[in-house]
């Protein structure tokens, strides 16, 4: 399978359901997370750098390079470089619902009924928000960089 709009479709579409499903696990956030950030290979693909993309696309879009991170962090245990890390695996925490007795004050979000995943110290952030942002900015790159993304 060469084409990322096939590859949106068949694998990080339903990943990112299945995270919809499970809305505060991380196990499903890292898959979604790993699925998404891994479209870039598909629109590298055959003749393009990933990680030229991967730098270019984390700079047009906030929301893809939050999916980068967090796909590195769990992947490597960090994202970036070991003396100066920009995420940590451990970071990436579940953020619960806002029921009594269940929500955590400055965590969960008043009246969210299913909760999700955040970033410690960044607790606006959600996730499942985060990869459709990154999905919708990944399809409009795939007009943007020509035939071999298609």
Known sequence: MEDMLRYLD???????RDFDEHPTS??????????TFHAIDYLAYPSKRS???????GKQSPEFR????????????ISGNRANPDLRMGDVIPRPPAFSGVMVAGLSFLGDRKGGVTIF???????????????????????VEGPSAQ
């Open 51 to 57: 990680s030229s993309l991967r730098q270019r696309f």
């Open 66 to 77: 939050i999916i980068d991170q967090v796909a590195h962090a769990f992947k490597h245990v």
């Open 26 to 35: 991380r196990r499903h956030a890292f898959l979604a997370c790993v699925a």
């Open 121 to 143: 110290g960044q607790h606006s952030v959600d996730l499942r928000w985060a990869l459709r942002q990154a999905i919708v900015f990944l399809r409009s790159r795939a007009v």
């Open 10 to 16: 068949e694998i990080v579409e339903p990943t990112v």
